[in-house]
């Protein structure tokens, strides 16, 4: 559905609104007090929002937007109304007489309301009343309207066949226990001729990331039935970040991502299910489920599950992320706060449903794979608990249907113009390094071959501009506020950034969704211009030298500096290295820090660091100590630090030869990172070096050792 708040309309802030209000709730929006009460007239929650000053009232049905008696009186909500049907592309027979398909979502709050006989607004005349600079504005959902489609058969629309997988099981005699085993699940005969969607989901409760996705799954499956297809919802893996981070724990992390794409094929190809709509939450789920969409190619789209909502303790203390929390201990170490401080940012780091706030690897890639065109638009940016991710829910199954009319694919979407998109939006956005492994991953699965040089080019010729965490101050809850990742990709498309010819998952191109997104608000701080950027290139720089011959990453801001050199001090895990620095955190000042055994298959896994980043920064090192890993970092990593190294300490690359005192020099500028170590005495080295045993020799981690690629091939385990 569409974003339709133009950026300098004060308008009413329901998109701001969080979906997990209580009856009689009052909340703040755009300085007024409105309250939201809720009926149990459907599974789903009915909300009105009432703002205080001119007759505001709003009736959202089912969590979303529209569908229900509404009641809109203000002058400004009727020019709201009017620009939604503009976005949708509505005809006024559409808005009035209550229309079909997509364009009916909006139907119930548009007919009759303030549309003159041209579609026009007699309240505004689509006037833009003036305001603050850099007012918080509520948006919806954008993408152009897919035509009204309702599938009856095995045929189609237009004679274009939409169960083209599942009628392998579904129309041959020959496969009769195939159809007692869908009759048995409740099908009918008519049943048996449309097509089939799997609905796969990361939900599980024990991660704020994942804990929602059920509602959402439910809520795809309802729009996915409304649209005349048969919806069978299943589950997936997951492993959260957050909680495993600092423990052996973390070993499963990256291995998760392989395991989801493994699984929603397994069940995808087995069952025979026409296409595909995947439900992420946690750092790995996104990627994971884009290689699932590759191999199998079918028509597919993602629904991310959403950020969370910064954290505030009582006493007004805050915003708090998870971030917070990992750099309260090097704080409490350092010194620099109590414990009871310690424990109150702990505390209320993370306040309810959603992904990690900040920039880190989770909106990282719902926000890369938005600009490749595989999530609708603003699913990036729409927090996990506010009313619109439920009305993108229910909109997948309406876009779905065109994907199957079609015949688009993700290998149709996913190409290498639209994977230089999502490079650029990486950069600009100044996103997580794992990103790097994970477009290389998702590339492969598609059959693209995409290099750590490609992400150099890319970082060469496109500046950091987001003030966002880690390295800023602010979360993905406002840049929504502000226009979101479209906005964003709208600016960056007339800039000659973007690639707008790319196709998407709503059947149109990039260029097409964005016509109708308003650009970023007048004034906004979270978003640098081109002309002003925090760093003139990429955050994201790709090093090589004597300690890295196959490549590493680098994650340099700007505020670290571009040039480091200083005594190697080695560790073979980051348990050591934690206990060190709570020992003495003062002997760490000047030296490079270098955290080995942390690969792929030596970690195994290749756990992240953002544990010891957080104690370095934490501690207040981030400026006098550098951090090298054939680890990775977190999303929420930053300070001067350089990952990826290949290759990996455990198959005998360089790191596992570096010896304390040996000067290390790390030089951005012309992407070197050295050890002033000559050959020979590198070879006399290798000579007497012996790989270290392997961690584990049994089960799912050992597999996985025995099948996964390098950190610079993207840990793929298929090839």
Known sequence: MAAVCSSSSAGFATAGMSAGLKR???????????????????????????????????????????????????????????????????????????????????????????????????????????????????????????????????????????????????????????????????????DMNKAQVGISSVWYEGNPCNMHLMKLATAVKEGVREAGMIAFMFNTIGVSDGISMGTEGMSYSLQSRDLIADSIETVMGAQWYDAN????????????????????????????????????????????????????????????????????????????????????????????????????????????????????????????????????????????????NAMVLLMVLGGSTNAVLHLIAIARSVGVDLTLDDFQNVSDRVPFLADLKPSGKYVME??????????????????????????????????????????LSEGQEIIRPLSDPIKQTGHIQILYGNLAPEGSVAKITGKEGLYFSGPARVFDSEEEMLAALSEDPS????????IRGEGPKGGPGMPEMLTPTSAIMGAGLGKECALLTDGRFSGGSHGFVVGHITPEAQV?????????????????????????VSQEELERRRAVWTAPPLKVTRGTLYKYIKTVKSASEGCVTDE
């Not at 529209?66 to 503009?86: D, I, M, P």
């Open 277 to 420: 709509v995947s439900l992420p939450g946690c750092d790995k789920n996104m990627p994971g489920t884009l290689i699932a969409m590759g191999r199998l190619n079918r028509p597919s789209l993602m629904v991310y599950g959403g950020t969370i909502k910064p954290g505030y303790a009582p006493c007004g203390d805050g915003p708090y992320d998870i971030v917070s929390a990992f750099q309260s201990y090097g704080q409490y170490v350092g010194g620099k706060i109590t414990e009871e401080e310690r424990a109150r940012i702990v505390r209320h780091s993370c306040p309810g449903a959603g992904a990690c706030g900040g920039m880190y690897t989770a909106n990282t890639m719902a926000s890369a794979i938005e600009a490749l065109g595989m999530t609708l638009p603003y699913s990036s940016s729409i927090p996990a608990e506010d009313p619109l991710k439920l009305e993108e829910c229910r909109m997948a199954g309406k876009y779905l249907i065109e994907l199957l009319k079609k015949d688009i694919k993700p290998r149709d979407i996913i190409t290498r113009a639209a994977l230089e």
């Open 478 to 519: 406002d840049l929504h506020k502000v226009g979101g990742t479209p906005a964003v990709l709208k600016y960056l498309m007339e800039a000659g950034l973007i690639d707008g010819s790319c196709l998407t998952v709503t059947g149109k191109t990039l260029a097409e969704n964005l016509a109708s997104c308003p650009p």
């Open 24 to 190: 009689s709730e009052s909340i703040t929006i755009d300085g007024a007090r409105a309250s939201s009460s809720s009926s149990s007239s459907s599974s789903l929650e009915t909300r009105a929002v009432s703002g205080t000053g001119p007759t505001n009232t709003f009736a959202a049905a089912s969590g979303g937007l529209f569908g229900g008696a509404t009641s809109v009186t203000n002058r400004k909500q009727r020019h709201y109304h009017c620009v939604l049907a503009k976005s949708l592309g509505a005809q006024r027979s559409d808005y009035v007489s209550g229309g079909s398909g997509l364009n009916a979502v909006a139907a119930g709050a548009l007919s009759a309301r303030g549309m003159n006989r041209a579609g026009g607004c007699h309240s505004c005349r689509h006037s833009r009343p003036a305001e603050k600079p850099g007012t918080a504005m509520p948006r919806a959902v954008s993408a152009p309207a897919p035509p009204p489609t309702t599938v009856e058969d095995g045929e189609g629309v237009d004679n274009v066949v939409l169960n083209k997988y599942s009628r392998r099981i579904t129309q041959p005699k020959s496969q009769g226990a195939s159809q007692a085993m869908l009759y048995g699940v409740g099908l009918s005969e008519e």
């Open 652 to 676: 005998g690359g360089p790191i596992g030869l570096v010896q304390n005192g040996d000067i290390v020099t790390i030089d951005v500028m012309k992407r070197i990172m050295d050890m002033d």
């Open 587 to 594: 002997s760490f000042k000047g030296t490079v820090v270098i």
